[in-house]
């Protein structure tokens, strides 16, 4: 398993940008699909985007497409989020995953019993 800190959550205005940070402990990252989970009070967490474990494939939720972008630097040990134009709906706390496969992050089948990880995750507010 990876150990995960997420970094970067702020009050933003709507319209604004921000970029996560997820930074993981140990030398198998490069192994590890990674993924982006939020949860707004009183919701379900849901997925956000998921990355390959290369970093070739991506993949995100309709109500995020175009806006954010996610990334790895597999040399730093570190996914990122980029976040553009955000609205206040995006309003959540955000959760950084780690799964062997990039079906299981997208799935959101992430289980430490299985290899898998979540971060303690990072609050970002989008104001109106």
């Known amino acids: 398993q990876v150990q995960l800190v997420e970094s970067g959550g702020a009050l933003v205005q709507a319209g604004g940008s921000l970029r996560l940070s997820c930074a993981a402990s140990?030398?198998?990252?490069?192994?590890?699909?990674m993924g982006w989970f939020r949860q707004a009070p009183g919701k379900e967490r849901e997925f956000v985007a998921a990355i390959s474990s290369s970093g070739y494939r991506t993949y995100y939720a309709d109500s995020v497409k175009g806006r954010f972008t996610i990334s790895r630097d597999n040399a730093k040990n570190t996914v990122y989020l980029q976040m553009n134009s955000l609205k206040p709906e995006d309003t959540a706390h955000y959760y950084c995953?780690?799964?062997?496969?990039?079906?299981?992050?997208?799935?959101?089948?992430?289980?430490?019993?299985?290899?898998?990880?979540w971060g303690q995750g990072t609050q970002v507010t989008v104001s109106s």
């Open positions: 140990g030398r198998t990252f490069s192994s590890y699909s």
């Open positions: 995953a780690a799964a062997q496969t990039f079906g299981t992050v997208v799935g959101g089948r992430i289980d430490p019993e299985n290899g898998g990880s």
